[in-house]
């Protein structure tokens, strides 16, 4: 059965009414990231067992369990690049893999290379737009800085693809040995370069080539729904062919594509390009078992700083759609 679930920072956890706002409005699940853990940024990206065991207990409080412990791919940029302060950054990672091993965790997060972590964009990149009775969303610009040419003193394709595989496979045997499923997010936004600066892991075939390359059935995949159809490839076809290997979802829909349109909007979740439903009942045909989570906020005008109505109205749009699957509809 597919579960409901939403990402939290650390602020959340000084705001016990929030999180039991989460737990009411019908989500059972949420997606961390490390740095929520005391004395990890301190740690320069390693978390420690009684920070991470403080965590769980304040959501265990409020009756919510950690679906995905995320780390932060700013802590391990070194690595990608194959630099020597990048053995450090893996041996942190194989600590945070173990603890949340130890934890009983049922996956954990490693981040893609993002061009952003060299020469961030966001200026250039993202804006809020005016949406259906004044709500505001997210509108992306590509084209201009995915046509930008590579930088001099950018990293290769090939040395970041090598940094990736050397992550991996020093932090694979961790996993395996607690049975910790890693579930890969991917570029976002999905080009091969921007702002001057490559990124590998874009499209499905990199996916297939990072599950090929580092062999493992708990090598699996965040499938993000607006990332994947922004790239312009089949939604649905990615989720035949990766079937058991999606084991996180971010149900995020959008209007336009990069290769069609050069930029696109992330907009509610019932006015996208795509049909929602068909993506659920996608999922559900590959026997998907996993948490959906509806990622990005959008800003209602109404709305509490931290997005609960906006949260409210994603969380009651999935639930209708899984219960409606679930009754054969």
Request: proline content about 5%.
């Amino acid at each position: 059965m597919t579960r409901i679930g939403t990402r939290i920072s650390a602020d959340w956890l000084d705001r016990p009414e929030d999180l039991k706002f989460i737990k009411q409005i019908g989500v059972d699940y949420v997606d961390i990231v490390l740095d929520m853990v005391p004395g990890y940024e301190e740690a320069g990206g390693r978390a420690n067992r009684d920070g991470l065991h403080q965590v769980i207990e304040k959501l265990d409080q409020a009756g919510l369990k950690i679906e995905r412990a995320n780390t932060s791919g700013t802590h391990y940029v070194n690595a990608f690049l194959g630099r020597p302060e990048g053995e450090r950054e893996i041996e942190n990672l194989q600590v945070n893999a173990e603890l949340c091993g130890e934890a009983g965790l049922p996956m954990f997060g490693i981040q893609a290379f993002q061009a952003s972590t060299l020469h961030p964009f966001r200026e250039n990149f993202h804006s809020w737009v005016t949406g259906r009775g004044g709500y505001q969303h997210h509108h992306m610009r590509v084209r201009e800085l995915a046509d930008m040419p590579l930088r001099s003193d950018a990293p290769s394709a090939q040395q970041i693809w090598e940094g990736t595989l050397n992550i991996y496979k020093s932090v694979m045997p961790v996993l395996d040995q607690y049975d910790l499923r890693v579930g890969m997010h991917g570029n976002d936004p999905p080009v091969p370069k921007i702002n001057g600066v490559p990124q590998v892991l874009y499209n499905f075939d990199a996916f297939e080539k990072l599950f090929s390359e580092v062999p493992s059935k708990n090598n699996c995949m965040t499938f993000c729904v607006g990332t994947r159809y922004e790239s312009g490839e089949d939604i649905f076809e990615g989720i035949r062919r990766f079937g058991d290997k999606i084991i996180h979802v971010h149900f995020r829909n959008v209007k336009g594509t990069i290769p069609v349109n050069g930029e696109y909007e992330e907009v509610m979740p019932d006015e996208g390009d795509l049909s929602m439903y068909r993506v659920a009942k996608a999922l559900h045909d590959v026997h998907y078992q996993g948490v959906i989570d509806y990622d990005h906020l959008n800003r209602i005008s109404t709305d509490s700083p931290q997005g609960r109505e906006y949260m409210a109205y994603c969380v009651g749009h999935m639930r209708g759609i899984l219960q409606s699957i679930e009754a054969g509809g």
